[in-house]
Antibody
Framework: EVQLVQSGAEVKKPGESLKISCKGSGYSFTSYWIGWVRQMPGKGLEWMGIIYPGDSDTRYSPSFQGQVTISADKSISTAYLQWSSLKASDTAMYYC???????????????WGQGTLVTVSS | QSVLTQPPSASGTPGQRVTISCSGSSSNIGSNYVYWYQQLPGTAPKLLIYRNNQRPSGVPDRFSGSKSGTSASLAISGLRSEDEADYYCAAWDDSLSGPEVVFGGGTKLTVL
């Protein structure tokens, strides 16, 4: 059974750094792209970017380029999303997703993590 | 403002058939597959339809998807109270800055 298990909720102050995680299991972690999706409170879904754990090829949505860093450690089947300096506007639920296609741009999200709630407040 | 356009709300009574539309352009729906997701209150989204009209195992055949040109639709027949949720369409967009996934703004379905 494919599972994506994310790290727990975080409460941070503006300016702090943060790294959240997403551990995949039940499939070949290095053979599928892993993406991240943001959902701000009461709002819709926004795709942030994607990484191929097999070779760490990483792409970002222009809206999120330079704002976050996506990485992965294939030895422990885990992907990461990190911020170097959080802002209040980063407050949101963040989902990791597995993409169904084998190459970039080929498949949409098929499996979703349970979400990690990030709250940034002074 | 979302790249894909969905009506913000839809409603129906139990047993009825409801359709949710998703409008895009030649760079996304017009040239790529459409995906649909159901998000029940307080939960993560779940894949409902992939590759325009395919249902993952476990998704009831009351849910169906279609695509024509730069628009797509999700139809739910035999509406049930447990279908009350937010529904999102998505597709890859072949933008000038490189492909990216774009979502619709979501449609809140109310079962009256």
């Amino acid at each position: 059974e494919v599972q994506l298990v994310q790290s727990g909720a975080e409460v941070k102050k503006p300016g702090e750094s943060l790294k959240i995680s997403c551990k995949g299991s039940g499939y070949s972690f290095t053979s599928y792209w892993i993406g991240w999706v943001r959902q701000m409170p009461g709002k819709g879904l926004e795709w942030m970017g994607i990484i191929y754990p097999g070779d760490s090829d990483t792409r970002y949505s222009p809206s999120f380029q330079g704002q976050v860093t996506i990485s992965a450690d294939k030895s422990i089947s885990t992907a990461y999303l990190q911020w170097s300096s959080l802002k209040a506007s980063d407050t949101a639920m963040y989902y990791c997703v597995r993409h169904s296609g084998n190459y970039y741009g080929s498949g949409g999200p098929d499996y979703w993590g349970q979400g990690t709630l990030v709250t940034v407040s002074s | 403002q979302s790249v894909l356009t969905q009506p913000p709300s839809a409603s129906g009574t139990p047993g009825q058939r409801v359709t949710i539309s998703c409008s895009g352009s030649s760079s996304n729906i017009g040239s790529n597959y459409v995906y649909w997701y159901q998000q029940l209150p307080g939960t993560a989204p779940k894949l409902l339809i992939y590759r325009n009209n395919q249902r993952p195992s476990g998704v009831p055949d009351r849910f169906s998807g279609s695509k024509s040109g730069t628009s797509a639709s999700l139809a739910i027949s035999g509406l049930r109270s447990e279908d009350e949720a937010d529904y999102y369409c998505a597709a890859w967009d072949d933008s000038l800055s490189g492909p990216e996934v774009v979502f619709g703004g979501g449609t809140k379905l109310t079962v009256l």
